[in-house]
């Protein structure tokens, strides 16, 4: 879709205002972002809602136990059952590989490469906020969505939406880019954060908005800073990295960050 508008998991795409959306909290792990008017991007939801997947645990770990179960019809349809409900069960089939258990392993083996085959374990259980260069995984926390177009105003449960567009994104790259370990993006500008880097030139500050690449160096277990003027190897002091997005400050930790680079 283009322009801001609400598309249905139906097909139907209906180009509108979203006043509903201003104000609304999109939750990640790293903190929670707030929506303006002004955000510029999309948000494709998760087919479930948070509370929802949190509700389906028991009856997951339920199915698990019961691949183990004396009755093949029972194996059978445990098996059939947890295929369904897809992304939500990956975690626990990951656990139940280690079972003592034979036929609950290689059960679980199964299931999760036919996750693997059909795409499955490539998408995300969460939504997936897009703004910039900017790619979130966490939950908008709405369960209604309120649209206003030229044919009029509704209200769309969001388990019948499958994306809302917040309109066409800026060109223009805002700033810097942390690539996280996870597949997701931050785009963010860092205005006064600082890298303290201890190296053998001792303990260094330096200006995020002068490194053009930062990332962990495994082989050599240091990190590597660049900016246009120096390459600085060493120890970070802190354990996170703080960007201001479209929709509010966000922190990253050092562990989950891949590269930082423009």
Known sequence: ???????LRDGGFLKSDLPGLAGAKFKTRFGTLE???????????YGLREREIEGLRQEIARLVDTLGSKSIDEREEAQRKLVRI?????????????????????RADGILKKFQETGVMRKPVADVLHMGRTVLHGWLELDQVEASSKYGA??????????????????????????LRSGEVVEGDPRESTISLDTEFGMLKVPLRDVTSFRYDEEKKHWVVRTDKAVLTGKVSGDQIQLQTQAGPIGVPLGEMAEFGR
């Open 154 to 179: 509704f209200r769309a449960d969001l388990k019948v939406v499958s994306v809302l567009s917040l309109s066409e994104p800026e060109k223009e790259p805002a700033g810097p880019v942390i690539r």
């Open 35 to 45: 929506l303006t008017p002004a955000t510029k991007g999309r948000i494709e939801l």
């Open 1 to 7: 879709p283009t322009g801001r508008g609400v598309l």
């Open 86 to 106: 897809g992304g939500p069960a990956i975690e626990p089939l990951e656990k139940a590989k280690g079972s003592s258990d034979p036929e609950v392993q290689s």
